[in-house]
Nanobody, 128 residues
């Protein structure tokens, strides 16, 4: 049974940092891209960052470029999201997800239907 477990969320002041982890179990995902999504209250879930199977290609939403860094350790079947210079508008539930392909086709990284497995989410709250 595939399971994704996020951790590392919490409460932080604006300008602070958090590192999210997503540990996968049940199978190896080195052949799958993975992504971090977030959903703020009253808003739709959106892709924040994604990474291809070997970690050589990444995608970032414009709102987090230069502040967030996605990485993965395939030996540990884990993907990370380092979040720096956090802002109150980053407050959301963050979810990790496994893409069905090694590299998403151009322009399709955000397509949520292409992500087959999802974690339960971890809350990130940034106070002003």
């Amino acid at each position: 049974q595939v399971r994704l477990v996020e951790s590392g969320g919490g409460l932080v002041q604006a300008g602070g940092s958090l590192r999210l982890s997503c540990a996968a179990s049940g199978r190896t995902f080195s052949r799958n891209a993975m992504g971090w999504f977030r959903q703020a209250p009253g808003k739709e879930r959106e892709l924040v960052a994604a990474i291809n199977g070997n970690g050589g290609l990444t995608y970032y939403a414009d709102s987090v470029k230069g502040r967030f860094t996605i990485s993965r350790d395939n030996a540990k079947n884990t993907v990370y999201l380092q979040m720096n210079s956090l802002k109150p508008e980053d407050t959301a539930i963050f979810y990790c997800a496994v893409h069905k392909y090694y590299i998403p086709s151009y322009g399709t990284w955000e397509r949520q239907g292409d992500y087959d497995y999802w974690g339960q989410g971890t809350q990130v709250t940034v106070s002003s």
